[in-house]
């Protein structure tokens, strides 16, 4: 099985920044994509960041030029680091890897941004 933990979740003012962190442990042998998710109140679930196992990076149009993906290839871990965020970047914050074509998700960290 695999498991994810996440951190850095919390509360930070319009403007500010953010980091948050996952580490996957578990049967994982080699590299495969890891992202990062959020899920605010009444909406869906969307994929906000992911980095393929050849580097190729994904971000959702609203947070180009504002959060950054990276990873740690031999901890399995990948970061997310959110600058400038705004009230639409509050929400829960899931870490994903699909591992052997199976989506394996971490229990959600919290990111509220205050005005």
């Known amino acids: 099985q695999v498991q994810l933990v996440e951190s850095g979740g919390g509360l930070v003012q319009s403007g500010g920044s953010l980091r948050l962190s996952c580490v996957a442990s578990?049967?994982?042998?080699?590299?495969?994509?890891m992202g990062w998710y959020r899920q605010a109140p009444g909406n869906q679930r969307e994929l906000v960041a992911r980095?393929?196992?050849?580097?190729?990076?994904y971000y959702v149009d609203s947070v180009k030029g504002r959060f950054t993906i990276s990873r740690e290839k031999a901890r399995n871990a990948v970061h997310l680091q959110m600058s400038s965020v705004n009230a639409e970047d509050t929400a829960v914050y899931y870490c994903n890897i699909n591992y052997l074509s199976k989506d394996f998700w971490g229990q959600g960290t919290q990111v509220t941004v205050s005005s």
């Open positions: 578990g049967r994982i042998s080699g590299i495969w994509p």
């Open positions: 980095i393929r196992p050849n580097g190729d990076l």
